[in-house]
């Protein structure tokens, strides 16, 4: 251990990680990063293949991203959002509304977590302002994550995040029994009508008392990149339609180009009530997010609501004091510039297909890995049950990391994440390391 390292894990408690482990694994003390590679004060680069926890989508230190950061923190870098405006947060809302046709108004948080309530309580804020009291609950998928704020926590699935807390968190219908699949050619991506009945049951069951289904669309990052089938989600969406209830699109993780298009939500062709959206939306530079909504939501908390509005609720009180923040906000207008007009979709597709191929390699070569599987720029894959410990992996990770490779499996689960601006050759190293790291462990 060096001495900044000796340092930190004094003075530092880090997020997700149990402590003494960086006692025997101490953290990379990171000097710069660039495109795909992360650099260390020893001038060790490691290739980031997690997009450091799944944000960083147009790499490190993107040069168009500086500029624009300069030329915005050179004017001014942060007033209240509240009763000012500026250029770059109104041309940032149209741009985010103008992607996703249906959707009509933008609202901004600092960070995933945020979104996800602030969605969550204006669903169930606007159903107080229709009068439709009865609808309090929320309705979410097995496995699945949307963050670790205590509502986010709640309608989140995950026990290893959520069971130490549950004396503060609110009760969440689960639906059970989701057609998962390896990729878009399972023929269930197209009809999952065998799952659909049983999970209509559990649907109907709760119609009346639901104000919202939030779920993360296509797949589930936290649950072990579980992926499923877009017919899944489009029956989901015709049924929340149908019964008056909203659905909440957590496109934290995989907005913005993450699943092979700019929304997951865009494989089943559906438009929510709500989208969140953080990490890719500023490439990972600063904390920022957005919910985006139609006006129908909107509408209901404007001066020209229906009659039984009820009167002194018209105004969303979720004042974060960053609230769409400047810096934040110049950042995501550079990101969506770049997404929506000058990057190589198709080639995005064919780069998708070569990191899949690249997975099947490592496991043909290593025999370790199972349920190999792929959708746009996340491939993943499990260790064998027989063959997988946590000691192992956690020596996995540090074998990787060693090697080149920064890798963080969930579970049993490894999966590659890298920047969507990654090249082939690039591709290739992660491949190597991660073959040779699996190979010297299991
Ligand atoms: C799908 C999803 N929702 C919400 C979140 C929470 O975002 P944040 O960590 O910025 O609070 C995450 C973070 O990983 C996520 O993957």
Known sequence: MNPLQRKDLEFHWHPAVHMKSLEKYPPF????AS???????????????????????????????????????SQFEHVIGATTTNETIIALSEKLVKLFPGMSKAFYAGDGSSAIEIALKMSLHSRINRGEHKRTKFLALAQGYHGETCGALSVSHLETF??????ILFDCIVLQGIPYLNGSSDPLWNDCSAYWDS??????????????????PIVQGAGNMRMY????????????????????????MTGLGRTGKMFACEHAKITPDFICLSKGLTSGWVPFSAVLTTNDIYDCFYDAAPAQMNPGKETFYHSHTYTGNVLGARLALET???LSNDFNWSLLDEKASYMLRSLYDVAHETDVLTNIRGIGMIAAADIKDHLYTFEKMEKMIH????????????????????????????????????????????
């Open 162 to 167: 959520k069971s130490v807390y549950s004396p």
């Open 35 to 73: 495109g795909c590679f992360i650099e260390g004060i020893d001038g060790r680069k490691v290739i980031d293949g997690i997009s450091s926890w799944w944000c960083k989508s147009l790499g490190h230190n993107h040069p168009r991203l500086k500029a624009a950061l300069i030329e915005q923190v």
């Open 29 to 32: 003390v990171v000097r710069r």
């Open 229 to 252: 089938s877009q017919d899944f989600l489009g029956k989901l969406r015709a049924w929340t339609k149908a019964h008056n209830i909203h659905l909440i699109a957590d496109e934290i």
């Open 336 to 338: 969506l510039t770049i």
């Open 399 to 442: 074998a990787a990391f060693q090697g080149g490779a920064l890798l963080r499996p969930l579970g049993k689960t490894i999966y590659w994440l890298p920047p969507l601006i990654i090249e082939n050759p690039e591709i290739d190293h992660l491949r190597e390391i991660t073959k040779r790291a699996l190979l010297s462990v299991f």
């Open 199 to 216: 999970i209509e049951e559990t649907l109907e069951k709760n119609s009346d008392s639901v104000t919202a289904l939030i779920l993360e």
